[in-house]
């Protein structure tokens, strides 16, 4: 079953960090593009950050740029985020996704969702105090 893995998410303190983890299964990461979605009640999906596995392209969004880091590990088929000072607007269900070919060092993740070959379900992100 081909299918992708969120976890790492819960409840942190503004300032705090989290590691958001997109693990696949079924199929290798290779020469796969994988983004990191974000939704917050009543916002519209925003893509935040992408890596094009084979080339290590990297893509943020202007709103996550410096706080956050993309990275992979094609050993464990694993794809992570880590967000570091993370604030009250950073609070949403994140996604993870992967289309195949895509270069995130364009500047951008695909435009529509159904661009993406695969998609996780989902893992909430809360950051309050």
């Known amino acids: 079953q081909l299918q992708l893995v969120e976890s790492g998410g819960g409840l942190v303190q503004p300032g705090g960090s989290l590691r958001l983890s997109c693990a696949a299964s079924?199929?290798?990461?290779?020469?796969?593009?994988i983004g990191w979605f974000r939704q917050a009640p009543g916002k519209e999906r925003e893509g935040v950050s992408c890596?094009?596995?084979?080339?290590?392209?990297?893509y943020y969004a202007d709103s996550v740029k410096g706080r956050f880091t993309i990275s992979g590990d094609n050993a464990k088929n694993t794809v992570y985020l880590q967000m570091n000072s993370l604030t009250p607007e950073d609070t949403a269900a994140y996604y993870c996704a992967a289309v195949y070919g895509w270069d995130c060092g364009l500047g951008s993740l695909p435009g529509a969702d159904d661009d993406m070959d695969y998609w996780g379900k989902g893992t909430l992100v809360t950051v309050s105090s």
């Open positions: 079924g199929f290798t990461l290779d020469y796969y593009a």
């Open positions: 890596v094009t596995t084979n080339t290590g392209a990297t």
